[in-house]
């Protein structure tokens, strides 16, 4: 598979089989993963990979927090804030083509909150990772984060397996923070939820569309 074919195989995946991945594939996936660049080698991200026993006691103990009422509490600005214009209609149409394929209506305030829950449930993969950086580095520093991200989901990706990168993942940091060495200093910017796609499962007929080339870049000569 070359670069070009796994940029557009990957895509959001929001159902995944039950199926482990094997450490050692985990280990050598990360070990790739870790030669993304970034700016001046700082290489500011920190990652913690949850599986098995931790990873379902995680989801309980994330959902207690929120069914004790538990605000959320993120160490950067999620990225829905704040968007107007463009970025909103992009937004509320990813959300409309969402709930569409789910079939779930905009007044099914019930079944889009059911559907919303599936975040914290990681969207049942057996894995979830979750990647901090220092809270006094800002957006520039971020830019590293996002290039190793996509670093490792086209990885991902190359060895067959699917991912579903998750800004909800920061909202509810404290339980992460207790099951993890995650540096001091540090908060957590996004999660992933990966595995073995289930093939063929609703939510994963999902597909996003994109912007026009013209809106996205200008050639300049």
Same mark, same amino acid.
């Given at each position: 598979?070359? /670069?070009?074919?796994?940029?557009?195989?990957?895509?959001?995946?929001?159902?995944?089989?039950?199926?482990? /991945?094997?450490?050692?594939?985990?280990?050598?996936?990360?070990?790739?993963?870790?030669?993304?660049?970034?700016? +001046?080698?700082?290489?500011?991200?920190?990652?913690?990979?949850?599986?098995?026993?931790?990873?379902?006691?995680?989801?309980?103990?994330?959902?207690?927090?929120?069914?004790?009422?538990?605000?959320?509490?993120?160490?950067?600005?999620?990225?829905?804030?704040?968007?107007?214009?463009?970025?909103?209609?992009?937004?509320?149409? +990813?959300?409309?083509?969402?709930?569409?394929?789910?079939?779930?209506?905009?007044?099914?305030?019930?079944?889009?909150?059911?559907?919303?829950?599936?975040?914290?449930?990681?969207?049942?993969?057996?894995?979830?990772?979750?990647?901090?950086?220092?809270?006094?580095?800002?957006?520039?520093?971020?830019?590293?984060?996002?290039?190793?991200?996509?670093?490792?989901?086209?990885?991902? /990706?190359?060895?067959?397996?699917?991912? +579903?990168?998750?800004?909800?993942?920061?909202?509810? @940091?404290?339980?992460?923070?207790?099951?993890?060495?995650? @540096?001091?200093?540090?908060?957590?910017? +996004?999660?992933?939820?990966?595995?073995?796609?289930?093939?063929?499962?609703?939510?994963?007929?999902?597909?996003?569309?994109?912007?026009?080339?013209?809106?996205?870049?200008?050639?300049?000569?």
């Amino acid at each position: 598979m070359n /670069v070009s074919d796994a940029v557009k195989a990957r895509r959001s995946i929001r159902g995944f089989k039950p199926d482990p /991945v094997p450490p050692e594939l985990l280990e050598k996936i990360f070990d790739q993963a870790r030669f993304a660049p970034s700016n +001046c080698n700082t290489q500011p991200c920190h990652t913690v990979v949850v599986s098995g026993q931790a990873r379902k006691d995680l989801q309980a103990a994330i959902f207690a927090e929120m069914s004790a009422g538990k605000a959320p509490s993120s160490a950067f600005t999620p990225g829905d804030q704040n968007l107007t214009g463009v970025y909103k209609d992009r937004q509320y149409q +990813c959300a409309m083509d969402y709930y569409g394929t789910m079939g779930i209506a905009r007044h099914e305030k019930d079944k889009r909150f059911a559907l919303m829950m599936k975040n914290w449930e990681f969207f049942d993969a057996p894995h979830v990772a979750f990647i901090s950086m220092p809270t006094s580095m800002g957006p520039v520093n971020a830019v590293d984060v996002g290039i190793y991200l996509q670093t490792l989901m086209l990885i991902l /990706v190359e060895h067959g397996l699917a991912s +579903c990168p998750q800004g909800a993942l920061a909202f509810y @940091p404290d339980e992460v923070f207790k099951i993890a060495n995650i @540096p001091e200093g540090n908060g957590i910017i +996004c999660g992933l939820s990966f595995g073995y796609e289930d093939i063929g499962t609703q939510i994963n007929q999902v597909i996003m569309d994109r912007a026009p080339l013209s809106d996205l870049v200008q050639f300049v000569d």
